[in-house]
């Protein structure tokens, strides 16, 4: 089955893998003969552990889905899979000796109704063991939150629950110390405990913070538990792999960080190059500029110039246009004068040739009386006058 978080697989190693085994080892030595209840058995690998010595192991699970790999992986002749919940379990009344129900309670909210139902099924003297998370070392104080987990206990909350409906409780608690233990609370006296954190040495009884408790609760007299260490080479614990995959992790970063860095010099190689030639492209434009800064000015210069032929002429115009109005003047003056003398002109000389034709009239009457010589021709050229004048 894949690994979700929810429930573990052999296939995980680790903490979790300590944790999970050392747990079904302690059960084991209960089992011997025994009907077993394995509730919320997950992939089956606790129950088919725990059927190797007992008489009938029946692991029961909310999911279908694993109760099919289950049966499929783990076939056994007193092994049997049945899908269904911790408060309604697919049993008879009294028909196991011991249920064991780990990394279980914590899933639901409905504890009293799982009690209830596992009193149901178990034998009036069965044993019940069950471990549950401590709440304050398991979340509050390292600030996580297990988002499968409903409801966690503290530790009174715990032992409360199993009091409420057992008559004999006994409690173990468990840590992984580069391996899993599992020591009695009540023999504390046999095992003394230092705790380092810091600088500071903190002197116990036992095993500090635990991480989980367990425990065995009946109605009848309870077996004997002894405290056990399941210990696994420090190379395979969980925090010396996390530093290997830390490692990994980190030579594969830095192997790409080279192949990166290789990448960027070629970059860098090819931007150089492409500086250079930017840099000549500048230096060119540069002369350019000047070139064009030293025409600038010079056109510059022959603007001011022009402006000043420009302003010259300027008032040069406005001066010959003043001189050319006054000619203009004084032309229209002298116009009008010689006009005014050409019509007296003309008034004189229509005067003088009336004068004349009367005079040239009384001549020719005058030679036309005295002389009869000149009687023929003188007439003549009084016509003549006469057509002229008129």
């Known amino acids: 089955m894949e690994f979700t978080g929810e429930r573990y697989v052999p296939e995980v190693h680790g903490n979790i893998e300590l ?12 089992v011997s003969g025994k009907r077993v209840l394995d509730i919320a058995s997950g992939e089956g690998y606790g129950s088919a552990f725990l059927a190797q010595r007992a008489q009938k192991v029946i692991g029961v699970d909310i999911s279908s889905e694993a109760i099919q790999f289950s049966r499929k992986r783990y076939q056994l002749k007193n092994l049997d899979f049945k899908v269904g919940s911790c408060t309604d379990i697919p049993l008879q009344d009294a028909s196991v000796d011991i249920v064991v129900s780990f990394e279980t309670i914590e899933h639901l909210d409905q504890h009293d109704l799982m009690m209830q139902e596992i009193k149901r099924v178990l034998h009036p003297d069965g044993l019940l063991i069950i471990s549950s998370p401590d709440k304050y070392y398991y979340s509050v104080e390292p600030g996580y939150s297990n988002p499968f987990h409903k409801k966690e206990l503290y530790e009174h909350e715990f032992k409360q629950l199993l009091s409420n409906n057992f008559k004999q409780c006994a409690y173990f608690v468990q ?3 580069y391996g899993s233990n599992i020591f009695s609370e009540t023999q504390k006296s046999f095992l003394k405990g230092y705790y380092l954190e810091g600088e500071i040495v903190k002197e116990t009884s036992g095993i500090t913070k ?7 609760a009946s109605n009848a007299k309870l077996p004997e538990l002894t405290s056990s260490v399941l210990d696994q080479p420090i190379n395979e614990s969980e925090i010396v792999k996390s530093w290997n995959d ?7 970063t830095i192997q790409k960080i080279n192949t990166d860095l290789a990448g960027r010099d070629q970059i860098v190689q090819k931007l150089t190059g492409d500086l250079a030639e930017r840099d000549q492209i500048v230096q060119k434009l540069t002369g350019d500029l000047a070139e064009r800064d030293q025409i600038v000015q010079k056109l510059t210069i022959d ?4 402006d000043q032929i420009v302003q010259k002429l300027t008032i040069d115009l406005v001066e010959r246009d003043r001189a050319h109005s ?13 006009k005014q003398q050409l019509n007296a002109r003309l008034s004189q000389n229509a005067e003088l040739e009336q004068s004349l034709n009367f005079a040239n009239h009384e001549i020719i009457d005058y030679y036309i009386s005295t002389s009869w010589k000149i009687t023929r021709p003188l007439r003549w050229i009084s016509k003549k006058l006469r057509g002229k004048s008129a």
């Open 19 to 30: 944790e999970h085994v050392h747990r079904y080892l302690v059960a084991s030595e209960f």
């Open 210 to 216: 635990p991480t989980y408790w367990i425990g065995l």
């Open 303 to 306: 603007l001011v110039e022009r």
């Open 246 to 252: 830390i490692v990994s992790t980190r030579d594969q």
């Open 326 to 338: 006054k000619e203009l003047q004084k032309i229209g003056e002298e116009q009008s004068r010689l």
């Open 175 to 177: 840590r992984v110390i």
